[in-house]
């Protein structure tokens, strides 16, 4: 017996739609951590800033499927992530000047598969190519079925099985369906763990689309730009003060400097707060240590005051905190709007151990900012290669390595395991020390420090995979532009790709405890 045709209808979405709307979307993403699920607020900015592109497909008042879709004006010759594209899932970047309609998502419910409701979407995308006069849709696409064959064929050898009917795989398949062409395969452009963090780009030309009339009907529209970003590392000269107002002072005059620079991040060096030990009466490094961690309130009120007044992402280096009777090693990450967030140092050195009972970090996690995804690894952290690129796969771009090194074999350490992770990761470094001698009642202090900002080795960077060093042990800053579009775009064309050459058949790396993944705000 023939199975009953539904009666399934597409409409533009309704505020009112939204609740819904989320709703179908766990239902879909039902692989994916709830952080990746946009919220009420996502959803309401992105219906605003573009509502005749928001479409959902109903049966009987019930959202079975829904697509998003914003009109964009790319820059074919860089590789642009999904938060970029979309400014963060707010769909800031919408541009009716624009040349290109991109599908941001389209989904249907786990029940009503197969059942024609992506065509029904589809045809609605495709009215607005015809309506707004664009020359094509893109979109990135999952290929879930890929993590069963990785290892044995590469991620392009795989898209092109699939296109050629050899394999199926349940999303390219869809899209080939849907009139799609691939025109590329790319890695960490979405955070897709099924997928393995690869994607496909697909672009469905519009045959209707009349490049004169768009012309004449379109002001001058500037390509989005490839995304950029200027990072300061402070290489801090650690010498007696008389009080923390020293701090602060030598603190800001960093701040200010970066922020002449137009830098986005600055980054301060492990433990620069030890200044304090000079006037201390505390005559033990545990005992100064502990006494130290009564200055963390002072500590996150000087940089939030710093991050507002300069606009700056600022990496504080590390600070001793006091949580219950255990201290931790913790970095504190300052943004502009004065929110703070910490990743405490995870891998203790035997002196953080004896000396201090410095106690382990708890997490490990990722910051998902509007400038790039970012990673802090305190010193001895760098060494351990397994959280780097634990990191990488949740998508990682920089790692800000703050670092405490009394001597040169013990900056050496952290500098060849900063450049590996650069090399292995395909991601930037931003490392930076302290420098100079101070005399306390419980000793000396030594330091020794060249601040570096370290790059993949391949021929898009420089020869010896440094864009930026301090001279060795004194006061100063480090200042370097990183381009992260031409970052991603390289680890999927340079001569050696480490991120997807890996064999996932012979081992494999699993978190204990999956990395967190924090939107900043």
């Not at 952290?414 to 090399?423: F, K, N």
Request: aromatic content about 12%.
């Amino acid at each position: 017996m023939k199975e009953k045709r539904l009666k399934i209808t597409t409409r533009r979405w309704r505020e009112s739609d939204i609740p819904r709307i989320i709703e179908c979307s766990r239902a879909i993403y039902n692989d994916y951590p709830p952080e990746f699920i946009y919220n009420q607020r996502q959803y309401e900015m992105q219906f605003k800033a573009f509502p005749d592109g928001q479409f959902v497909a109903v049966h009987k008042d019930r959202i079975v499927g829904y697509c998003t879709a914003i009109i964009v004006n790319i820059d074919d010759d860089f590789w642009y992530d999904v938060d970029e594209i979309t400014g963060a899932g707010t769909f800031s970047t919408h541009n009716q000047d624009g040349d290109t309609l991109y599908g941001a998502d389209i989904g249907v419910h786990p029940e009503y598969r197969r059942k024609g409701v992506a065509m029904l979407l589809y045809q609605r995308r495709r009215a607005l190519l015809k309506r707004y006069n664009l020359r094509r849709m893109i979109a990135y696409g999952r290929i879930p079925g890929y993590q069963e064959h990785a290892g044995k064929m590469s991620a392009e050898q795989y898209v092109q099985k699939v296109v050629n009917g050899d394999l199926r795989d349940q999303a390219l398949n869809a899209h080939l369906k849907a009139g799609y062409q691939v025109k590329k395969v790319q890695l960490d452009i979405t955070i897709d763990k099924a997928s393995l963090n690869y994607s496909t780009y697909l672009e469905m030309p519009n045959p209707d689309f009349n490049e004169a009339k768009k012309r004449i009907a379109s002001s001058f529209s500037v390509k989005h730009p490839a995304r950029r970003i200027r990072v300061c590392a402070a290489q801090y000269a650690m010498k007696p003060v008389a009080s923390w107002e020293e701090i602060e002072r030598n603190v800001g005059f960093f701040a200010d400097f970066s922020s002449s620079y137009h830098c986005h991040f600055l980054v301060f060096p492990e433990y620069f707060t030890f200044q304090m030990f000079s006037c201390m009466k505390e005559t033990t490094y545990g005992d100064m240590v502990r006494k130290l961690t009564e200055y963390t309130d002072r500590y996150v009120e000087m940089f939030q005051g710093l991050a507002r007044k300069y606009n700056l992402y600022i990496v504080g280096g590390s600070q001793p905190v006091l949580d219950g009777d255990s201290i931790y090693n913790t970095a504190h990450l300052f943004t502009p709007t004065g929110h703070v967030y910490t990743q405490e140092k995870l891998h203790i050195t035997p002196a953080e151990r004896e000396e201090a009972n410095i106690q382990p970090g708890r997490a490990i996690r990722l910051f998902q900012t509007p400038y790039a995804r970012v990673a802090i690894q305190i010193c001895y952290d760098i060494e351990f290669p397994e959280t780097s690129r634990l990191l990488t796969l949740a998508g990682a771009e920089v790692f800000f390595v703050p670092y405490y090194t009394e001597e040169k074999k013990a900056y050496f350490r952290v500098r060849l395991c900063s450049q590996a992770r650069a090399v292995e990761n395909f991601a930037y470094v931003v490392m930076t020390g302290n420098v100079g001698n101070m005399q306390t009642r419980a000793g000396s202090f030594l330091n020794y420090s060249q601040s570096a900002i370290l790059t993949p080795s391949d021929f898009s960077f420089p020869e010896k995979g440094v864009e930026g060093e301090a001279d060795p042990n004194v006061e100063a800053a480090v200042v370097s532009e990183l381009t992260l579009s031409a970052l991603a775009q390289q680890r999927h064309v340079a001569t050696v790709r480490p991120l997807h050459d890996r064999r996932p058949d012979l081992y494999s790396l699993n978190a204990v405890s999956k990395v967190e993944i924090i939107r900043t705000e």
